[in-house]
């Protein structure tokens, strides 16, 4: 019996996954040729307000940015650190990750168009509220305050400097004409590496949601769903399950993509079509992100816009399902199951056929472009490419500087160097000296930020590296010989 369950839920999983592969591969490889030809210094220069307009602009930018939920915060908090309004970089964030191609595609398919609708009217609505509510809750002078602290951080975390002129984070070629750009063999090559490293970093995510929504969907009785979500009540059950579905997507851990098989397995369960609309849009309140709010903006701020975004979340799956009503949009009906588990020869299969030898150019591309002088780099953490200039976090190592989608890959990135026992002995008669937080050379002779630590000098290339050091001295005392 357990062995027939277990077989029965990755049965399920992976029928979904069959059933939404087109889409992905469709909607990934969009994402990564609109991520490699748009630039994106517009986005800096463009919301320094939380007015309608940069609120647009700010919606444009994130949905042509297609980001997992860490990256899109990273990026989201690189705006608002270097002059972006906070309300705008909050827009930013939300449409980067539910305003995309690919979630419209997978709603679509796994749970009807009428989900994939609500998609961009309900995100659309979530915008309006935001913009109409987070500046109003958050005190300027706590923004403020926030914004001082990210700086002085960035000094510690080697964080590229993004205003220094025309060569900063254009795209490939951005002298040329856009018609030659998608010409150039070497403009798809960057859009392959997008949507490699999209896919590679998501891997995990993706799986995750498709085993959860499968033994969810084979296991779970519809019973128990009925006893969580209220029903036959009218308005009080839509506004419950509005409630609800984003605290499921809190405790879930699943982000982006991966949280629609859930969705999936909740509508077929017996949630309501709001409820699943605000389930869906809560993949940027999961527990870690809200950990990494913390450390980004602090616990008062965090506190707030946990609040804001629950509630826009919720009030927009209830607006949505009540104006899907007005104007006489049917929900689509709960299947008794979600897919068919079984091949057969339909559009389906050909058009996963198509896709995967599509993913198979995607891949050549990928594996011979040329990175001759590129922009690009890999976040050896989660796999993500990053515009160099745009990395939101940045460290050195003995092969040169490394770069991260966000401080979480970042933060990872550094606790497995302070596990790491194989040291490198940098060049003798250097007369440099190692930052031990970030891994920065620093010139004794010319540094500002110092402290003494077991009767030596350490040297740092900025005070938030010597706040670190100072908090945890024994964990970087190993990396402070000078060179």
């Known amino acids: 019996m357990f062995f027939h ?12 996954f069959w059933e939404t592969l087109w889409a992905l591969v469709l909607g990934f490889v969009l994402s990564g040729a609109v991520q490699a030809f748009v630039s994106r210094t517009e986005m800096r220069e463009a919301l320094g307000a939380h007015r309608p307009r940069e609120l647009g602009r700010a919606s444009f930018f994130g949905v042509i940015s297609s980001s997992c939920s860490y ?15 906070f309300t705008a970089s909050v827009v930013f964030m939300v449409a980067s990750t539910n305003l995309v191609v690919e979630l419209g595609i997978v709603l679509w398919l796994l749970i009807g168009w009428q989900f994939a609708l609500a998609e961009f009217v309900g995100g659309a609505i979530m915008i309006v509220l935001i913009g109409l509510v ?15 602290r990210l700086n002085a951080g960035n000094a510690g975390t080697a964080e590229p400097d993004h205003d220094h002129g025309a060569e900063d984070d254009e795209v490939a ?34 799986v995750i949601g498709f085993v959860i929504a499968g033994y969810l969907a084979a296991l779970v009785p519809t019973g128990f769903w009925r006893s969580i979500f209220l029903t036959g009540h009218g308005f009080w059950s839509s506004l419950e399950n509005v409630v609800l579905g984003p605290f499921l997507a809190i405790i879930s851990f699943v982000c982006s993509v991966g949280n ?41 701020i965090t506190l707030r816009l946990l609040g804001v975004l629950w509630a826009v979340m919720s009030l927009g799956g209830l607006i949505t399902e009540y104006l899907f009503r007005a104007v006489r949009i049917p929900a689509p009906s709960r299947p008794t199951m979600i897919v068919h588990t ?17 993913f198979a150019l995607v891949y050549w591309l990928y594996r011979h472009r040329d990175t001759t002088g590129s922009r690009f780099a ?71 930020v110092t402290t003494e630590h077991a009767g030596q000098s350490v040297y740092f290339c900025g005070p938030g590296c010597r706040e670190a050091f100072l908090a945890d001295p024994d964990r970087y005392a190993a990396e402070r010989s000078p060179r």
């Open 5 to 16: 369950g277990v077989w029965h839920g990755l049965d399920e999983a992976f029928f979904m």
């Open 71 to 85: 990256a899109s915060s990273a990026l989201a908090k690189s705006l608002f650190a270097r002059g972006a309004d």
């Open 134 to 148: 987070l500046p109003r809750v958050i005190p300027a002078r706590w923004l403020d305050d926030a914004r001082q």
């Open 173 to 206: 070629g951005a002298d040329e004409p856009l018609r030659r750009r998608l010409r150039s063999r070497r403009g798809w090559g960057d859009a392959a590496g997008y949507t490699i490293s999209d896919l590679t970093m998501l891997r995990k995510e993706l």
């Open 260 to 300: 629609v098989p859930l969705a999936a397995a909740l509508w077929q369960g017996g949630i309501s079509f709001g409820g699943v609309v605000s389930f869906v849009f809560a993949d940027l309140i999961t527990l870690p992100l809200l950990s990494i709010y913390r450390k980004y903006y602090g616990t008062a």
């Open 342 to 358: 079984g091949f057969q020869w339909n559009y389906t299969t050909i058009l996963n056929l198509i896709a995967l030898a599509g």
């Open 378 to 448: 890999k976040d050896p953490m989660c796999g993500m490419q990053i515009e160099i200039d745009n990395a939101p976090a940045q460290r050195s190592s003995a092969d040169g500087p490394v770069y991260f989608c966000s401080d979480h890959c970042a933060e990872r990135y550094d606790r497995g160097a302070a596990t790491d026992t194989v040291t490198d002995q940098p060049p003798a008669g250097a007369g440099l000296a190692t930052d031990p937080v970030c891994g920065m050379d620093v010139d004794p002779a010319t540094a500002t």
